[in-house]
């Protein structure tokens, strides 16, 4: 089989296109939390530090000097990013633990007990008479 087929059978197998959509999905999913972060969560918890806006929290290593960039460690985008994660941790959390919860239930339903031996025999009976009315007519 060449390269080229092994890479199509490789790429059109169903676990990789769900991986394709997931991944497309979480890429979505993780703009849509750091827009909650930055734009809803971060501002009143800011205010309530005082006006605190923390995307500009930094310190200062190297001042710029002419053409140089000044040399900062970001600490506020951090805080942001660790919130971001957090919360979208907390979230794949809920809905991992609500499958295996309906996973849980779909186990606990009892399967339909098997038939006794007598409910065995009387349907070998059954069988054992309709075949045999069958033949008489």
Do not use: C, W
């Given at each position: 089989?060449?390269?080229?087929?092994?890479?199509?059978?490789?790429?059109?197998?169903?676990?990789v296109?769900?991986?394709?959509?997931?991944?497309?999905?979480?890429?979505?999913?993780?703009?849509?939390?750091?827009?909650?972060?930055?734009?809803?969560?971060?501002?009143?918890?800011?205010?309530?530090?005082?006006?605190?806006?923390?995307?500009?929290?930094?310190?200062?290593?190297?001042?710029?000097?002419?053409?140089?960039?000044?040399?900062?460690?970001?600490?506020?985008?951090?805080?942001?990013?660790?919130?971001?994660?957090?919360?979208?941790?907390?979230?794949?959390?809920?809905?991992?633990?609500?499958?295996?919860?309906?996973?849980?239930?779909?186990?606990?339903?009892?399967?339909?007990?098997?038939?006794?031996?007598?409910?065995?025999?009387l349907?070998?009976?059954?069988?054992?008479?309709?075949s045999?009315?069958?033949?008489?007519?």
């Amino acid at each position: 089989m060449g390269l080229g087929k092994e890479f199509k059978t490789f790429v059109m197998r169903g676990n990789v296109m769900d991986m394709a959509v997931g991944i497309i999905i979480g890429v979505a999913f993780g703009k849509i939390i750091s827009s909650l972060v930055n734009d809803i969560l971060m501002p009143p918890i800011g205010l309530l530090m005082g006006g605190m806006d923390f995307s500009h929290l930094a310190v200062t290593l190297k001042a710029a000097a002419g053409s140089s960039a000044a040399v900062t460690l970001r600490y506020g985008v951090f805080i942001n990013v660790v919130v971001d994660f957090l919360i979208v941790a907390s979230a794949i959390f809920l809905v991992i633990k609500g499958i295996n919860a309906l996973k849980r239930k779909q186990e606990e339903t009892p399967a339909a007990p098997a038939p006794s031996v007598e409910e065995r025999l009387l349907r070998d009976i059954r069988d054992i008479l309709r075949s045999k009315a069958e033949k008489v007519l």
